[in-house]
């Protein structure tokens, strides 16, 4: 089984900025590609950053210019810089980790974490 813990939600003023770290463990042969997502009160699900190690990062229209995913590290974590902040976007932020279980395993399993919520205030 695997485990994907998120942190650094919190409370900050527009114009500001947050890190977010996501971690996965357990029983994980490969990080094929970690994600982070975010929801809104009312609002479908909608991507923010997607990378894959070694590979290329994608970002949410929204978000480019203001947003930096992080390579994923030795201890599989990956970070969200979010810089430049906007009450729009408020939202719970969770992270989608797939993960290969061994050398044939084309497709991965995806994981999620349970979310932290980030609010901006006006």
């Known amino acids: 089984q695997v485990q994907v813990e998120e942190s650094g939600g919190g409370l900050v003023q527009a114009g500001g900025s947050l890190r977010l770290s996501c971690t996965a463990s357990?029983?994980?042969?490969?990080?094929?590609?970690m994600a982070w997502y975010r929801q809104a009160p009312g609002n479908q699900r909608e991507l923010v950053a997607h990378?894959?190690?070694?590979?290329?990062?994608v970002y949410g229209d929204s978000v480019k210019g203001r947003f930096t995913i992080s390579e994923v590290d030795a201890k599989n974590t990956v970070y969200l810089q979010m810089n430049s902040l906007k009450p729009e976007d408020t939202a719970v932020y969770s992270c989608?980790?797939?993960?290969?279980?061994?050398?044939?395993?084309?497709?991965?399993?995806?994981?999620w974490g349970q979310g932290t919520l980030v609010t901006v205030s006006s």
């Open positions: 989608l980790v797939n993960v290969l279980d061994g050398p044939t395993d084309y497709s991965g399993t995806n994981y």
């Open positions: 357990g029983n994980i042969f490969e990080i094929d590609s």
């Open positions: 990378i894959r190690p070694r590979g290329m990062k």
